[in-house]
């Protein structure tokens, strides 16, 4: 009885696909063909939004709800082919979609975000580079020489972050050291005349200033300060150095650089040293 | 007077901040000197001085090896120039410096 049973689940079963296996393919083929016509859209809306110059996390945005709506058409039009009802498709997506929107409000203030988005340039730890693209798990940021980094989110949760987008503005300092023998008020002059004079140094936050930061031992440290636009700040920089090292080149104001006196007795003469006499043994 | 206003004073008066750099070179059309400016006037202006004077180096380094002198596409009398179309110093010299200068 039982062997007869099983044979009548079988025989069931084999007349189901016999009827029914044809639909089922069709449905598989629409759900495969689908995605993969899912990826090109997804790779060629890419490429089309990339020439409007839009932001990377718009492109991402953007590309995102297309592929899900597509996808769930395709979903949508398989279940349709196997034959359910579309009322019941239609319902099913909706409360679906309901159900989606009501977890990510309720629990995205929980979620802890990662302090950059797309395309900001960013420090982690000793990593500084530009982010790419953020998952779930980890953020994909490429570095100035070239390297793709994959840095998983729980060190960038737990780890001192540097984004350099969150101000327009970056200080860039210029600290030169002169002899003791040079003229201050010359040097800082002239230090002040290079970064006023650069088109890219701006007079907010704060004026291009210079100090006289400490009598060091080899050098007066001399420290300019000036405020530019983040995006400026590195060629900025380093042309300000450059600019600074030829022009007092030019003024006659030596930058000290460390050296030691080192003073060479001959014979059997020594200093004397807190009144003891020496000799040479 | 302000601080402010003493500022301001102190801004247009000492020392010259311009605002955009131009390379000023001129080159021979049809037998005749034409004055051009890179990058153009009708596009926005170098930041830089010194990338402007790299610039014009450059565009003399590359006349010269590649064009004998007054022939078309040599580029002579090229230095940099303020926003106002002024010439400015060298900044490596500090003086007024023109590569491949020529009596026109």
């Known amino acids: 009885m039982e062997v007869t049973g099983t044979f009548e689940k079988y025989k069931e079963m084999g007349d189901l696909i016999a009827s029914q296996g044809q639909t089922f393919v069709i449905a598989l083929v629409i759900l495969v063909v689908g995605l993969i016509v899912i990826k090109q859209v997804y790779k060629l809306l890419r490429l089309l939004l990339e020439r409007f110059a839009l932001k990377q996390q718009t492109i991402s945005t953007v590309n995102n709800i297309v592929c899900i709506i597509l996808l769930v058409l395709i979903v949508a039009t398989a279940l349709e082919h196997l034959g359910m009802n579309t009322l019941v498709i239609r319902r099913v997506i909706f409360l679906v979609s309901l159900a989606v929107i009501g977890i990510i409000a309720i629990f995205r203030p929980l979620i802890p975000t990662l302090p950059f988005k797309v395309g900001n340039t960013v420090k982690v730890g000793d990593l500084l580079g530009k982010i790419e693209a953020t998952t779930l798990l980890n953020t994909r940021m490429r570095t100035f020489d070239g390297r793709t980094v994959f840095i998983p989110n729980s060190k960038i949760v737990n780890d001192f972050v540097i984004n350099y987008h969150f101000t327009k503005t970056r200080r860039i300092k210029v600290d030169v050291g002169i002899r003791y023998d040079q003229d201050i008020l010359k040097a800082k002059q002239i230090l002040e005349t290079i970064m006023i004079e650069d088109p890219r140094v701006l007079l907010k936050p704060a004026r291009p200033m210079v100090y006289v930061l400490s009598m060091a031992d080899n050098c007066i440290m001399l420290g300019g300060r000036c405020w530019v636009n983040n995006l400026k700040y590195w060629t900025?920089?380093?042309e300000l150095i450059e600019k600074t090292k030829l022009r007092f080149d030019q003024e006659g104001i030596t930058i000290a650089f460390p050296q030691l006196d080192v003073h060479h007795y001959h014979g059997d003469a020594l200093p004397e040293f807190h009144g003891e006499k020496t000799q040479r043994s | 007077m302000k601080v402010s206003e003493a500022l301001k004073v102190i801004d247009d008066g000492w020392v010259k901040k311009p605002k955009g750099f131009r390379v000023h070179f001129q080159k021979q059309e049809n037998s005749e000197w034409?004055?051009?400016?890179?990058?153009?006037?009708?596009?926005?202006?170098?930041?830089?001085?010194?990338?402007?004077?790299r610039l014009a180096w450059k565009l003399a380094e590359a006349s010269n090896s590649n064009t004998p002198d007054n022939a078309d596409g040599a580029f002579v009398n090229i230095y940099v120039v303020d926003d106002s179309g002024n010439p400015i110093k060298y900044y490596a010299s500090n003086q007024f410096e023109v590569f491949n200068r020529r009596d026109i």
Request: proline share 4%; with cysteine; glycine share 4%.
């Open chain 1, 236 to 238: 900025t920089r380093c």
């Open chain 2, 34 to 53: 034409v004055t051009e400016y890179s990058p153009g006037e009708q596009e926005n202006a170098l930041d830089s001085d010194v990338v402007a004077w």
